[in-house]
């Protein structure tokens, strides 16, 4: 069968060679895909700034539904939605200026680094470490995840923190 190649913003794979990827990476679907994954990142604002200046789509208010959903050129935002996003840019904002309006404590990746290690140190050694920190941790697992990686959406399966309780283990005894 050969090797394949796997794109992750398609999500679909066909056998790797230099005719194939060619024609997958220029083609229409691929960028459009690829937009699309970039568009999950954009600032609150900017979205928003795109949304005002963007006429309603007639069908999407009329049936709910677009035949050329997030490539439309219209806007498929209602009232509301507009409204949700303006109050967001507004919370984003007092939280940026107001350090006591924050719904959490910052942390850098380097700090949350730094506690890892002498997490695993102490599970190595057979010691445990009862601080502040970990006390808190324990009544939010969430939080043991640096606050950077939360605000991701859609991670790949790979990138995922595993789940509260742990993964859990399936038993198959059939093969085949």
Request: proline share 7%; with cysteine; glycine share 4%.
């Amino acid at each position: 069968m050969g090797k394949r190649y796997y794109c992750d913003y398609c999500d679909r794979s066909f056998q790797d060679n230099m005719h194939n990827r060619k024609k997958h990476l220029y083609g229409v679907q691929h960028h459009r895909s690829k937009k699309a994954w970039f568009d999950h990142f954009r600032d609150t604002a900017a979205i928003l700034h795109d949304e005002e200046n963007k006429k309603p789509c007639r069908k999407f208010l009329q049936t709910g539904q677009c035949v050329f959903g997030n490539n439309c050129r219209f806007s498929h935002m209602s009232e509301r939605d507009m409204e949700n996003l303006r109050m967001q840019i507004e919370d984003e904002r007092r939280s940026r200026e107001d350090p006591e309006h924050r719904v959490s404590p910052e942390r850098s990746v380097e700090e949350w680094l730094s506690r890892r290690e002498k997490k695993r140190a102490a599970l190595k050694c057979g010691s445990v470490l009862k601080d502040e920190d970990e006390e808190d941790e324990a009544h939010h697992p969430e939080d043991d995840m640096p606050p950077h990686f939360l605000h991701i959406p859609d991670l790949p399966p790979s990138l995922l923190p595993p789940p509260p309780g742990g993964w859990k283990e399936t038993f198959r005894t059939e093969w085949g």
